[in-house]
């Protein structure tokens, strides 16, 4: 979070920047920003505050943003097409390479700019040695794909589907369960 | 989360779950579960565990999901109509009720029976008492919708653009960076 704050201040030109400012752009305490930095070993210096380059690039380092990383994409419906549209992914040092879908009206057409594959060709990924998939493919088919996912070697799986996923311990799954997250809103408006 | 969990065990035709149960399946320690379920005043009963059924009503009432709540979507792109397309809304009491887009093409047209009106047609929301928004707008566009939101009686914004949004303190903002989760996969790979 710390990081996307960060980006968006250096995009609008901002060299440094106060706890406090970064307090109020990530919506937390300003002495949360301290306490969290001061983990990290920074500290921002009286006056002048925490240099945005600087910071932005130890967050990335210890989030081993460093380096690029290629990731893929399973079922290419209207969600994995927004997926595949999405421009947010290079600020962080991804790149979605591969897209795949079982659908055979599918395999072989090219969505913004990447080739549609037919998920038989997910045994090629050892080779390539990619670690992580994107799962935007019905709760019902979720389960099956992750046991292949798992197979070929995936060590990473940001799902969207809306169910739990059976995975073995050297695998991690987050899961981004789009209505809980709109269900904890009137939570949050009814407490203040 | 536990609420999405205990939904799943109940699905299963489960009626009582013990701590570590639903640890494995939250993907938490079981004395967290403990600790977290304590504070609602819940302890679940040796040999026995937590009633599935029970803890997950007086979840729903602590989160005020115990009356439906009604949401618009803005933006019917692909994203949008992914939305609209997901069914995982009304186990949380959820359901979209109107849709939004400035593309004359669109408006007009049904998505999965929900007919696309004019942005224009939001500043009727306020007679209607909604008070949830999802926006699914490009980030270029993000900020001049949300005004707009907030002026017609938005309180609650779930938010898919990838961009800070500026709102008045009694408004709440949730944004999904579906970028920042895959790139937080990796730190979680390695730190194991």
């Known amino acids: 979070m710390y990081l996307r704050v960060l980006m968006s201040f250096a995009e609008r030109g901002m060299r440094s920047v106060s706890s406090k400012e970064l307090a109020r752009e ?7 920003v301290r306490k969290d930095l001061s983990y990290f070993g920074e500290l921002g210096k009286p006056g002048v505050g925490y240099d945005v380059h ?3 690039c130890d967050i990335r380092r210890i989030l081993r943003l460093d380096r690029a990383r290629h990731a893929i994409l399973i079922g290419v419906g209207n969600l994995g097409t927004a997926i595949l549209a999405y421009g947010g992914f290079a600020r962080y040092g ?17 969505v913004h700019g990447i080739r549609i594959q037919d998920m038989s060709q997910l045994k090629g990924l050892r080779k390539r040695r990619i670690s992580l998939a994107i799962l935007a493919v019905p709760a019902s088919a979720a389960q099956e794909v992750v046991d292949y996912l798992v197979k070929v070697g995936i060590k990473g799986i940001l799902s969207f589907a809306a169910c739990p996923l059976k ?6 799954v987050i899961s981004i369960d789009i209505a809980m997250h709109l269900a904890i809103l009137p939570y949050h408006l009814s407490s203040e």
Do not use: H, T, Y
Not at 100 to 109: L, N, Q, S, T
Not at 167 to 172: D, L
């Open 26 to 32: 990530a919506g937390v305490n300003d002495w949360q």
């Open 54 to 56: 600087g910071l932005a």
């Open 94 to 110: 991804l790149k979605i390479v591969a897209a795949f879908d079982k659908d055979p009206e599918k395999v072989g057409r090219e």
């Open 167 to 172: 995975v073995p311990k050297k695998v991690k």
